[in-house]
Structure formats: structure tokens, C-alpha cells
């Protein structure tokens, strides 16, 4: 049978390479009992000489108790738990949320431009019809005639910026 890691760590504390290939369990049953009286009458030196390894060994041996064992289960468990508390706060934290873009509205002035550049492109004024051959023209002519609306100006009497001012009312 093997030895387990604690049983191996705890012999290299007392001194023992248990893990060296032909040392069996009887053989370190042995040593433990030839060690054993020397133990006890050096403990107490042992003991002043190094706090931390009496806190070592007094550690190991409540652990290895029943009630110790309990204990360490415990400490597993809350363990595991604060690993998923921390993991499930870490990407609460690293989450970002993306508010949605809020439509921007367009200005009057912006829809009479549309609708009097879709009027002007559906006329035969500044080309034939779905095209506009002389582009700055006809812009100048749609954001003056939706400037002239927008500040309460009477429609043209005829041509495109009759149609254009009758389109662009509707806005107003």
C-alpha cells in the first residue's frame, strides 16, 4: 500500500524519506517506534526552539481528526462558494451595457429639404425625371424656398417653386 501525501509529508518533518523506492510501511512503523521516546523528551525543546513547527505539527494531527475533517470540508465548500461569488461579481462588472441609440429627429427646415429635393428629382425642372443635372442650383433653390416657408412666406405663383412650397406647407 502507498503512502499518501500527507503521511509522506509528515515523515520528512520528523525526518524520514519514506518516499525512497524499497522503504515499505512496516519498515516505517519501525522508525516511528524507535523515534517515539526520543519524541517525547525532546518535544518540549523541539517546542521553544520552533513555534511554527509545533503549530505545523498541532495543525496536522487536529486535522487529521474526525472534527478536523469536518472542518476542512467546510472550508471546501465556503471556498467553492466565494470562488463563484467572486466570478459571478467579476463579470457583473466587466458586463457593459450598450444603451440603444436614441433616433434623432430631423429639424423642420431638414424635412422640407427632403421632400423638396425628392419634388425637384420627380419633376422635369433641373433635368428629365428621377435625375437632377445641375445639383447646387436646384439645392439652392429647394433651402431657399423651405427658409422663405419656414418664416411664413407666401408660395410662388407657378413653376418648381410653387410645387416645392406647396410640398413643404405640410412641414411648416
Request: glycine fraction near 10%; charged fraction near 25%.
Amino acid at each position: 500500500m502507498a503512502f499518501s501525501n500527507l503521511e509522506k509529508a509528515m515523515a520528512l518533518i520528523i525526518g524520514l524519506d519514506i518516499a525512497a523506492p524499497g522503504f515499505s510501511r512496516s519498515a516505517a512503523k519501525a522508525a516511528v517506534r524507535a523515534i517515539g521516546p526520543l519524541a517525547t523528551r525532546a518535544a518540549p525543546a523541539i517546542a521553544g526552539f520552533s513555534p511554527v513547527a509545533t503549530g505545523t505539527a498541532l495543525g496536522l494531527g487536529a486535522l487529521a481528526t474526525p472534527p478536523g475533517q469536518q472542518l476542512l470540508d467546510l472550508a471546501e465548500e465556503r471556498g467553492r462558494m466565494d470562488r463563484v461569488r467572486f466570478e459571478q461579481a467579476l463579470t457583473d462588472l466587466t458586463r457593459v451595457t450598450i444603451p440603444k441609440a436614441k433616433k434623432r429627429t430631423k429639424s423642420k427646415f431638414n424635412q422640407m429639404v427632403s421632400v423638396g429635393m425628392k419634388t425637384v428629382k420627380a419633376s422635369t425642372s433641373y433635368g428629365k425625371k428621377g435625375t437632377i443635372s445641375n445639383s447646387k442650383k436646384a439645392f439652392k433653390v429647394v433651402t431657399t424656398t423651405a427658409s422663405k416657408i419656414l418664416k411664413g412666406g407666401k408660395t410662388a405663383k407657378s413653376g418648381i417653386t410653387r410645387k416645392l412650397g406647396l410640398a413643404m406647407r405640410r412641414y411648416r
